[in-house]
Nanobody, 126 residues
Framework: QVHLVQSGGGLVQAGGSMRLSCAASGRTFSTYAMGWFRQAPGKEREFVATINRSGGITDYADSVKGRFTISRDNAKNMVYLQMNSLKPEDTAVYYC???????????????????WGQGTQVNVSS
């Protein structure tokens, strides 16, 4: 089992940057693919980014590609989402997610994740 605790978030101006962090409990963090998702008011949850167990493979939603970077530190049981060039449309509650997976695999489907963080609000002002 994995327990995820998120930190970061808040208010930032358009064009600014912000980093979200997600701390995972347990000694098997390195066997989990990790993902970031977001949900804006009145909208469905959407995929943002995912990273495989070792951190060598990543995938991004087209809407954030080139602006957001997902990374992980398996020694610290942490996953991060660095968000640059933020836009008002990035405003949402952001969630990190974890799922045990085989090596070399990423997960973009939120329904395939079994563990979720508590969510953190990101507001981007214009």
């Amino acid at each position: 089992q994995v327990h995820l605790v998120q930190s970061g978030g808040g208010l930032v101006q358009a064009g600014g940057s912000m980093r979200l962090s997600c701390a995972a409990s347990g000694r098997t963090f390195s066997t989990y693919a990790m993902g970031w998702f977001r949900q804006a008011p009145g909208k469905e949850r959407e995929f943002v980014a995912t990273i495989n167990r070792s951190g060598g493979i990543t995938d991004y939603a087209d809407s954030v590609k080139g602006r957001f970077t997902i990374s992980r530190d398996n020694a610290k049981n942490m996953v991060y989402l660095q968000m640059n060039s933020l836009k008002p449309e990035d405003t949402a509650v952001y969630y990190c997610a974890a799922q045990y997976i085989s090596p070399g695999t990423t997960i973009t489907d939120g329904f395939k994740y079994g563990y979720w963080g508590q969510g953190t609000q990101v507001n981007v002002s214009s």
